[in-house]
């Protein structure tokens, strides 16, 4: 059977699983629809909420991220773990407590202002759709490698396949449905590290792999270092950016976790406030499978790329073009050449690739030497390094095809999260909570399954030009989050003093600093070549666009207190409320906020 053939079985047999769930589960009514009806066990709940996070950011683009700039990147695996001690400690149990069905009914009850929830309504879809960009990107990749296809027209058949589970199932379809995907994407992130850890290293744990040795006792790391530093790139295990920004960026990507709606929409699925705890903690040990995981697979990956550009060693010669065309440990480079987020070109016409660093002015000698003319791997996607991983390492075909169901699975329940969250603050908190109270419950549902198809429409278009590598364009909806829904979660839960209009001018103050350094260096509105600044040399010294959420939610906090303290007390009711949600025990049944 060919491999196309494996593909499809696989992508198919998952995709027809998770189409029958949400058959199966389909919501009835909003309280299915918004939070599964309040009774999802803590275990399943965890398992949940692990595939609504752990999208193609952490399955596709962060281990490519680490394989291409190393020690620096692991800032993303810190901040995002570091995020979920967050939010089970400080915000999981308080907001269940409270009873609602989304963050901003909460703000709108704690800050007693309509303008309050609104606010938060407009902060969630701008940070939502952001990283819903980031997940239709890696759609698009995934299934244009497994469809053997550009990557554009993955990217409009996967996004028809989340609305049409997503759409129907809302909450409590999407719920059981993630609990699949999440078997399907750690599976498939395990079984070719292992297969690769043990051709490596004979370790059979990626992990402990990582820091063993290969096969001619020279540990893995150092092997790696040697190879990377020869060809002029940086070396691996060393940190080179500047620690300021690597701080603020873990900074960023821990408190935008905590501030994520689609995530914290999760906990409102449980039947008690300890049962949020309890979620939380099973969310940890189901994404600590996969991120102990990802390290070992962005350093064994790169080794494995750079000694098949170089097959007689660094100080050889490059692989050639006929072997590239010729030789089947090199068929994935003709494979993914046909997405477009793959290519190299013999500009010196000697017949052989030479990948190295061109930018490097030590290797521009020997380039000179050499008569070699520049990197010929033009074009090297960091987002297709997990999906292409097991054909690297010529790992067998079912492996190649349990691949593509992972990534498509982490890709689509990140997603079909997403578009719950956004579904609910147009259909629930705009309409219903304002706009028209009195709309009948089955007008409310048909509302949230049209805004859902909306923002699919908007994320398609944006993914269709992204503003980075699919883990970057999610950095910066945790950005905007960290900025504009953390702070008034925080200072909801656990001040007093905050009143309505400190929590509406703080919300407002953080997202539009943000959004404006966001868009000064990535584009306005993400439209390529309209900024005036990049991250490689960003406006303010060393701080990337990716870290300003820390800062966009030090001005929040700033802006907040201030007009608190020059406006009207919080009244004592709101007090009396917040010193009942401190208390995290007795949550009743969710009711509903006009």
Not at 93 to 107: A, N, Q
Not at 434 to 461: D, F
Request: hydrophobic share 50%.
């Amino acid at each position: 059977m060919d491999q196309f053939t494996l593909n499809l079985l696989f992508v198919g047999a998952s995709f027809a699983l998770y189409i029958g769930i949400a058959i199966w589960a389909r919501a009835g009514s909003t309280s299915e629809f918004y939070a599964a009806g309040r009774g999802v066990h803590p275990v399943t709940n965890g398992m949940a909420t692990a595939a609504d996070w752990m999208s193609a950011a952490s399955f596709i683009s962060m281990a490519g991220l680490i394989a291409f700039t190393g020690y620096d990147n692991s800032s993303f695996l810190m901040g995002w773990t570091g995020g979920y001690v967050l939010l089970a400690l400080l915000l999981a149990p308080y907001l269940r407590k409270f009873g609602k069905f989304t963050v901003s009914e909460f703000i709108g009850d704690r800050f007693y202002s309509s303008t309050a929830r609104m606010v938060a309504v407009i902060c969630l879809l701008v940070a939502s759709i952001t990283y819903v960009i980031g997940q239709m990107q890696g759609v698009g990749i995934a299934f244009g490698r497994f469809l053997e296809i550009d990557a554009f027209w993955g990217l409009l058949i996967g996004s028809c396949v989340v609305f049409a589970y997503a759409v129907f199932g809302g909450m409590k379809g999407v719920t059981y449905t993630q609990v699949a995907q999440y078997c399907v994407l750690i599976t498939a992130y395990t079984i070719p590290a292992v297969f690769i850890s043990l051709q490596l290293t004979g370790n059979p744990i990626p992990a402990l792999g990582l820091f063993g040795s290969t096969e001619s006792g020279e540990p893995l790391l150092v092997k790696l270092n040697q190879i990377v530093t020869d060809l002029g790139f940086a070396e691996y295990t060393a940190a080179h950016g500047s620690t300021i920004n690597m701080v603020l960026f873990t900074l960023s990507l821990m408190i935008g976790t905590a501030g994520l709606p689609h995530v914290i929409m999760r906990f409102f699925t449980v039947p008690r406030v300890s049962d949020a705890r309890w979620s939380a903690g099973w969310t940890l040990v189901f994404i600590a499978l996969l991120y102990l995981t990802a390290p070992a697979v962005g350093a064994m990956a790169r080794l494995n790329i750079s000694e098949l550009m170089w097959p007689n060693g660094t100080d050889g010669e490059a692989v050639s073009v006929e072997q590239i065309e010729s030789d089947p440990d090199y068929a994935w480079m003709a494979t993914w050449q046909k997405t477009g987020l793959l290519g190299w070109q013999d500009k010196n016409g000697d017949g052989k690739i030479q990948y190295y660093n061109d930018a490097n002015a030590d290797l521009q000698a020997k380039a000179a030497e050499n008569g070699w003319e520049g990197n010929e791997l033009t074009n090297f996607n960091r987002d297709i390094l997990v999906l292409a991983n097991p054909e690297i390492a010529s790992l067998p075909g079912w492996v190649i095809g349990l691949v593509a169901a992972g990534g498509l699975a982490a890709a689509l329940s990140t997603a079909a999260g997403l578009l719950l969250a956004i579904s609910s603050a147009v259909s629930h908190d705009l309409l219903k909570g304002q706009l028209t109270p009195n709309m009948s419950e089955k007008s409310e549902l048909l509302a949230a399954r049209v805004s859902m198809a909306a923002a699919i429409v908007v994320a398609v278009l944006l993914g269709l030009n992204p503003p980075g590598f699919a883990a970057q364009t999610v950095a910066l909806a945790f950005g905007l989050a960290a900025a504009s829904i953390f702070p008034a979660l925080m200072m909801g839960i656990f001040s007093t003093r905050i009143n309505n209009a400190g929590a509406v001018a703080g919300m407002l103050a953080g997202l539009v600093v943000t959004l404006l350094y966001i868009f000064l260096h990535k584009g306005w509105f993400f439209i390529p070549d309209t900024n005036t600044f990049t991250d490689a040399d960003p406006l303010l010294g060393p701080i990337k666009s990716t870290s300003f959420g820390a800062i966009g939610a030090a001005v929040n906090f700033a802006v907040a207190y201030v007009v608190s303290g020059m406006t009207k007390e919080t009244p004592q009711e709101i007090k009396d409320l917040v010193e009942s949600v401190r208390i995290p025990r007795g949550a009743g049944v969710a009711v509903e906020g006009h």
